[in-house]
Structures are given as C-alpha cells and as structure tokens.
C-alpha cells in the first residue's frame, strides 16, 4: 500500500511546493521516502516527534503521534489494546513506534501474556548464558511482543555495573545492567533475538547510568571522570549498527555539566556522532526530576504544574538535540506538539533542527520494515 500510494502522494507534494509550503529535503533521506516527506505538512512532521503512553485511537490519529508507549496496564487487556492499535494502523499516515520496556527480572511487562513469562530472565542471568541461549530466549520473548502489536524494545540497558568509585550502579543493583563492553556479544545476541522475531532495540542509558541513584524518582548524580563516560559510551559505540535507537539518561554527569543528560547537548551530540541517523529518545519528560530541575531544585515542584514550565522542558530537550520525546502523561503530548509547532514557525533553524529529527526517525522506521508494509 504504502509503494501504491506514490503517485498521490506527489502530486500532494506538487501542490505543497507551488503553496510554497514544501521544505528542503535532509540530506540522506532515502528516495523511497521522498514522495511521503513532500506530503507532510509540519504538524505531521512534529507529530512524529512524540511518543506518549497507550491512548485511545482517535487522540493518536488526531495528533499525528509517532509512537506509543504500552504498559503492563495495557497488557492485561491485550484484546483491547490490538484492537486499538489495528484500529490505528488502519488510519495512520505513517505507522506508530509500538513500544514497550521489557528488560526482563525487575522490569518485566509481559509476565501478564504468558506464564511462560512470569519469571524472565534479568540482563544480570542473561549475561551468564551463552550467546546462542540468548538469542533463542530473545527471539521467543520477541515472538511474544511481535503478536501482541509491539515493534520497539526499550531495551538492552547497556549501563556500567559499577560507577567510578566501584560501587554497584543502581542497574547492577536491581539485575538490569549487561555489564559493560566485556559483554557486549551477549547484548547483541540479545538484539539479535529481538529482531529476528521483528522487534527494534534501544540501546540505553546514555551515556551509561553511572550513578547509585533511582532517576526516576529523585534527581540522580554522577563524579564520572570523562575518561570514565568514554568507556560507558564503549557498548554504545559497539551496538549501534544493530540498535537504531539510543535512549538517553536522566543523571547528571557533573564533571561535564550542571544539567541531567537528556537536557544537555555535549551529551545528546555524544550519541549522534556515534552515528548521524540514531534516533536520540528521551525518557519520560514528565518525570518529577527533570521537571523540578527545570523548575529550580530550591524550590518545591509547583502543583499544579504550570504550563509555561512544561514548554520550558520541551524547549530544553529540544536545544539538547533529542529526536523523540517521551511523555507518560497524555494530555502533555498536545502541549508538546504546540511548543515544537510554535518554534518552528518561529525559526527558520528551529525548522531544520526538528526536521532533522522527523527525518531520522523516518529512515529508522524506513529501514526496519515498519513503513514498507504500509
């Protein structure tokens, strides 16, 4: 369908050019993809920009979402949720990111599918297998996300099991860590499993959760050297040909600034010259640290949360050089779309900056399948 509907779609892209509301082409865009980029109108484009947490169809559609982020909520009614997600890809310009966090041990989303499932094993157990035990126990969980709708895996975490003072990260702590660049063959027998069974990896936490600290729920720290952050970036380096996707960390690396990563563009820029087309993914933008530290950690997060500080967020991750941004919160994906849509209308380089961005996760999509069987 999606090869079919070429024609149509130039002739769109004719009529967009002679409105003058057609934009350059980025550079590398395959030529395949040229005739959809041409018929996209910039909030399609900025949609695209935005993964939110499961949400009915019509708020997808309507919004032009890029992706969606399923949890063990959602699971637990895996009738309805393929439902909603045929009922999307039935009407989506452009196929969702389907995307779930399923480490395996603590973080174990898909334990509510099949009992088989209800004691997978940790990245800690997996890296005691051997690769081909791996890949085999990979593929079968990925068979499992694969029918269930979902083509994106948060997963492996490939962070450092200890920080620069030798204590256990807090991913080591709770099994979720692969233990650094001696393991990398398991973790890529890991993403192996997952795309043979047709399911994307993220590699994360960039640049390496080097901290004791859960992120997630306070403000998190690291004293790494950035000798140290060089080595954490090693498994990163080392996967990137198998994950496209880089999903970024919360913690602040004070040795190189005063931000958390995800906000800081010496670190996002760390992850694109890895490789120019890794789609950069920030963790849920939503979360009480980053706003707070948005908001100024001497004073207590404002309740409720102004919308005016949220615009600030979006701007940060934006200037930061992250292609996708995460929300758990719904009704916040609406106000991520206005802040984007209102700076690219604002700045010619806020434009290019964001459709940089839509057209990385396009070749991603592109070349895992995903827009193809459109």
Not at 69 to 87: D, I
Not at 135 to 153: H, M, S, Y
Not at 183 to 207: C, D, T
Not at 251 to 277: C, L, Q, W
Request: glycine residues 6%; hydrophobic residues 40%.
């Amino acid at each position: 369908m999606f090869v079919a509907r070429k024609r149509i779609l130039f002739i769109v892209a004719m009529a967009l050019t002679l409105c003058g509301l057609a934009t350059a082409t980025p550079q590398g865009l395959p030529q395949e993809l040229q005739p959809l980029w041409d018929s996209m109108t910039l909030e399609e484009k900025v949609g695209q920009m935005i993964m939110v947490y499961m949400s009915p169809p019509d708020f997808v559609i309507e919004n032009n979402l890029g992706g969606v982020l399923v949890m063990g909520a959602h699971l637990s009614t895996r009738n309805q949720l393929q439902k909603n997600l045929k009922n999307i890809a039935s009407r989506a310009k452009i196929p969702l990111l389907v995307t779930i966090d399923q480490e395996g041990g603590h973080v174990n989303r898909i334990r509510s599918l099949d009992r088989k499932w209800e004691k997978a094993p940790s990245a800690k157990e997996m890296r005691e297998m051997a690769p081909e035990k791996i890949e085999r126990t990979a593929r079968e969980i990925g068979a499992t996300l694969k029918k269930t709708g979902i083509n994106l895996n948060l997963a492996p975490a490939i962070d450092p099991p200890s920080d620069i003072n030798g204590r256990e990260t807090f991913m080591e702590l709770h099994g979720r860590s692969w233990g650094g660049i001696e393991n990398i063959e398991k973790a890529r027998a890991f993403v192996k499993g997952m795309k043979a069974s047709g399911i994307i990896s993220a590699a994360k936490h960039f640049p390496g959760y080097d901290s004791e600290t859960n992120s997630d729920l306070q403000m998190a720290e690291s004293d790494a050297t950035e000798d140290k952050i060089r080595e954490n970036v090693a498994p990163f380096k080392a996967l990137a040909p198998d994950a496209p996707v880089i999903m970024m960390s919360s913690v602040r690396y004070t040795k190189i600034s005063d931000a958390p990563a995800v906000f800081e563009p010496k670190i996002v820029k760390m992850a694109h010259n890895i490789d120019d087309d890794i789609v950069v993914l920030t963790d849920d933008l939503w979360g009480t640290n980053l706003r707070a530290w948005i908001s100024g950690p001497e004073a207590p997060l404002p309740n409720p949360y102004p919308a005016s500080e949220f615009k600030k967020v979006v701007k940060a991750a934006l200037d930061a050089g992250n292609d996708m941004f995460m929300t758990t919160y719904p009704t916040k994906a609406v106000d991520m779309k206005n802040t984007l849509l209102e700076l690219a209308r604002q700045s010619d380089d806020y434009l290019v900056r964001i459709e940089k961005s839509v057209a990385r996760i396009l070749k991603m999509k592109f070349r895992a399948g995903l827009l193809t069987s459109h």
